[in-house]
């Protein structure tokens, strides 16, 4: 069963971010890419942030789970969906924009899969294409170590999310939904997602390669630093040769 599975008909529930996610987006491609036609989104999910970008862009959405990709194709009928590894995609054709959001690169525990996503992001960028990207920093992955679990109640239900170390670089996220039934009765929906924090030098060595760094901040504007609560990157693919 793929990651996500049991947990994505909650997903949009408890996450209440895609609107301002994609206002931030769309701040960057008109300052970056105002051209810009069409947008490849990496872990799509449910397709929230792609249908927050609007009707003025052929979409393309990509995730590992289907469950997922069930919402987003009743969220955004008119977007493309493909089912498949971010870290291992041929999609046939290049966009003039792809984003990774949300935690979605901490959710490949290796570094080298971050390279292969990086890898197939630059495959599938026109020339001069944009490769926005954020993520959350060893600092914050630390933080929520050490913290009580978080309960969060929505739509009468209940979350608990307790956020541990799982070894170098490794978090793990274990997820409960407990879903009211009606009455006393509640059923218990259970998730264990494993994140890796990767140190921000390192993800601004291995993008240098092939991308020009256009902007980068932390969600109060300052430049990232690995105790930041979150990195947001935007890059652009140096002219191929």
């Not at 256009?214 to 990195?231: F, I, T, Y």
Request: hydrophobic content about 40%.
């Amino acid at each position: 069963m793929s990651e996500y599975a049991r947990f994505a008909r909650f997903y949009d529930a408890v996450n209440n971010e895609p609107e301002s996610r994609a206002r931030k987006i769309l701040h960057y491609i008109e300052r970056y890419a105002p051209t810009a036609q069409s947008v490849l989104e990496l872990g799509c999910g449910t397709g929230a942030v792609l249908a927050g970008l609007g009707s003025g862009y052929a979409l393309t959405g990509l995730d590992r789970s289907a469950e997922m990709l069930a919402f987003a194709r009743r969220r955004c009928p008119t977007a493309r969906f493909v089912e498949g590894d971010i870290a291992e995609f041929s999609l046939g054709g290049r966009f003039d924009v792809v984003i990774c959001v949300y935690d979605t690169l901490n959710h490949l525990t290796t570094f080298a899969r971050w390279r292969d996503a990086f890898d197939c992001a630059r495959s599938h960028l026109n020339d001069g294409g944009v490769f926005i990207l954020d993520l959350n920093t060893i600092g914050r992955l630390h933080r929520l170590g050490v913290a009580p679990p978080w309960v969060h109640d929505f739509d009468g239900n209940v979350m608990i999310m307790d956020v541990q170390p799982e070894g170098e670089r490794l978090w793990e996220w274990d997820i409960r939904v407990f879903e009211h039934l009606g009455g006393d009765a509640y059923t218990m929906t259970h998730e264990v997602i494993t994140e890796l924090g990767v140190p921000l030098d390192e993800v601004r060595s291995a993008l240098a390669t092939d991308f020009v760094l256009l902007e980068e901040s932390d969600p109060d504007g300052n430049v990232p630093d690995d105790q930041s609560a979150r990195a947001y990157f935007v890059w652009r693919l140096s002219e191929r040769s």
